[in-house]
C-alpha cells in the first residue's frame, strides 16, 4: 500500500510537471465502477486543474511548498557565481529541463543561474529565454507561497538578487 500524503483543501502544493499550485479539495469519484480518492489542484498560472489520484501522489512527486530555509539555500545558490559550460545546448537544456521537472528550489536557482544574462552580456536564444522563464517561474511561484507575498514581489526580489550577483 502506498504511502499517503497528508494534505488539506485550500494548502499551497507543488506538483513538479507544473509548479505551484492550490489544493482545492479531496474528492472521491467513481471511474469504471471503481471509486478512486483524487487530489484536485489548481494551477492558476496556467490557468489548469489537475486530479491527481490521491494513491498515485507520493510517485509523481506532490510535496507541500519548501520550508523556509530550503528556499534560503536557493536563493543562496542564485548568488554564488554560475560556471561557464562549453557542452552543447541541446546537453544543457536536457540538464536544465531534468532540473526543472525535478521541483527542487535548489535546482531551479541553479538554472537561472546559469541562464541569466546582465545588460552587458550577449542575447539569449529563443529557447534559452524559454527554459529560463521556465525555470524562473517556477521558482518565484513557489517563494510567493513560502513568503505569503504576491508573484511580482517575489520576481522583484529575485530580480534584485541576480543583479547584485
Known amino acids: 500500500m502506498p504511502e499517503k500524503i497528508k494534505f488539506s483543501a485550500g494548502d499551497y502544493v507543488v506538483y513538479p510537471a507544473h509548479g505551484v499550485g492550490k489544493l482545492m479539495s479531496i474528492e472521491t469519484q467513481e471511474i469504471s465502477g471503481h471509486k478512486l480518492e483524487v487530489f484536485v489542484i489548481h494551477f492558476e498560472k496556467d490557468r489548469m486543474t489537475l486530479r491527481l489520484p490521491v494513491a498515485k501522489a507520493k510517485a509523481a512527486g506532490l ?10 539555500s536557493a536563493i543562496n545558490a542564485l ?17 536544465y529541463e531534468a532540473k526543472i521537472n525535478s521541483g527542487n528550489p535548489v535546482n531551479l536557482a541553479e538554472v537561472i543561474r546559469e541562464l541569466h544574462r546582465t545588460a552587458t552580456q550577449p542575447e539569449q536564444s529563443y529557447s534559452e529565454r524559454q527554459v529560463y522563464m521556465s525555470a524562473l517561474n517556477r521558482l518565484v ?9 504576491d508573484f511580482d ?9 541576480l543583479e547584485a550577483a
Request: proline content about 0%; hydrophobic content about 35%; charged content about 40%.
Open 79 to 95: 548568488k554564488t557565481k554560475g560556471r561557464i559550460r562549453k557542452t552543447m545546448w541541446s546537453r544543457r537544456a536536457q540538464e
Open 141 to 149: 511561484s513557489e517563494l510567493a507561497a513560502v513568503e505569503k507575498i
Open 153 to 161: 514581489k517575489a520576481a522583484e526580489k529575485v530580480e534584485k538578487i
Open 63 to 72: 510535496r507541500g511548498i519548501s520550508a523556509s530555509k530550503d528556499m534560503s
